[in-house]
């Protein structure tokens, strides 16, 4: 276990408090006497790595030493900095600590200076080399991080403009992109449990309505990312431990009781389509909807909330491949309906 220290990290010595010694004995063989490259960091590594896997028990005891390394980011010099946080991204990249290492890095005296933020900026850039966004975004949300990328930043540049800045002029546009996208999903999530919890509190149209505008206009979010969320909110007013047919006059109540606010919300062909996939799903999904779909749909068109040419386009080119032969066999008879009116109506015109 010493030799293995000595090996890896015994190269600046740290005293109580903080201070380093700069007498200390410094070991030639150390990530911070490395050259600052990521395919020479990647060597000391690779050490790491074979030592791990052949000694389990080290593992906890590397996560606690790299743990205790990481707090004086604001002791090392940038160069020594940038190699440690190359090192940390390939540990993480190789599974040999969780993302979770880097939440030493919230301490205040670690943001405020920038220290954080230029670290887990070279992690990250470490991570994008050798793994997709994808796998980035899914180690940063295993450990809760995913929601908390702006803390690492000071707090007098916690906002979003400030973010993106920096990881575009960091030449990390694909992570701006996937911050973008978290925190539309995070709105999503927290509109669809408020709103929820605002019609459970019989909330009048006027004020759903209100409620969601304003919720749009802070996450930037557009008709066709709430039209699903009313939706399942409408949906979980619905109690679907009743018989079956008590499920489907609770959803056609429900969907006449909600119309005004679907229909203030479905203002375009796109939303629309948008609003038949999300009823195909949910009827997909629950076995109880499934044969209530036909009526569903024709209600919607009752109650103008969807057009005769958004239901022929979603029949025609636009219907999911969950359970498509079923829902379009229940909706057959009404679309030969519908073409047969629309004929009928160019017939008049002519």
């Known amino acids: 276990m010493i030799l293995y220290k000595k090996l890896t990290f015994k190269h600046i010595h740290v005293e109580p408090g903080g201070i380093i010694d700069d007498d200390a004995e410094r070991s030639p063989f150390c990530i911070f006497a490395a050259e600052d490259d990521a395919s020479m960091i990647k060597k000391y ?45 390939l540990f993480i990249c190789n599974q040999l600590t969780p993302a979770s290492i880097l939440r030493v890095l919230f301490q205040d005296y670690l943001v405020k200076d920038g220290h954080s933020l230029d670290f887990t900026t070279t992690v990250f850039r470490t991570i994008l080399n050798e793994q997709s966004i ?24 916690r906002d979003e403009d400030c973010l993106v800045r920096h990881f575009e002029a960091e030449d990390m546009k694909e992570f701006v992109n996937y911050y973008r996208h978290n925190k539309k999903n995070s709105i999503k999530g927290t509109l669809l449990n ?54 489907e006059s609770q959803v056609l109540r429900a969907t ?35 044969k209530h779909f036909s009526r569903i749909i024709q209600t919607l068109y009752k109650n103008d909330v969807l057009s005769d040419n958004a239901i022929l386009y979603w ?29 009928s109506s160019d017939e008049d015109s002519d």
């Not at 205790?68 to 980011?73: G, H, I, K, S, T």
């Not at 999911?320 to 047969?340: A, C, S, V, Y």
């Open 45 to 89: 590594v690779e050490v790491f790595n074979k030592l791990i896997r052949r000694y389990k028990y080290l593992q906890r005891i590397f996560g606690e030493t790299l743990q205790n390394l990481l707090q004086f980011v604001n002791k090392w010099q940038a160069e020594e900095n940038s190699k440690l946080a190359k090192a940390t991204g």
């Open 315 to 343: 029949n025609d080119k636009a219907h999911r491949p969950q359970g498509k032969t079923i829902f379009l066999k229940q909706l057959e008879p009404f679309i030969t309906w519908l073409r047969d009116n629309d004929d």
């Open 256 to 290: 006449d009781q909600w119309t005004k606010i679907l229909e203030e919300f479905c203002s375009s062909p796109k939303t629309e389509i948008v609003l038949l996939q999300k009823v195909q799903t949910t009827c997909y999904e629950d076995v109880k909807l499934t």
């Open 134 to 157: 994808e796998q980035l975004g899914r180690a940063l949300t295993s450990e809760g991080l995913n929601s908390r990328i702006i803390e690492f930043f000071p707090p007098n540049k």
């Open 194 to 247: 408020e709103l929820s919890e605002l019609v459970q509190g019989e909330a009048t149209n006027a004020e759903v309505i209100s409620f969601i505008r304003t919720n749009m206009k802070e996450g930037s979010l557009v008709e066709s990312d709430v039209i699903p969320i009313i939706w399942q909110s409408m949906m979980n007013t619905v109690d679907m431990m009743s018989r079956t047919d008590q499920i």
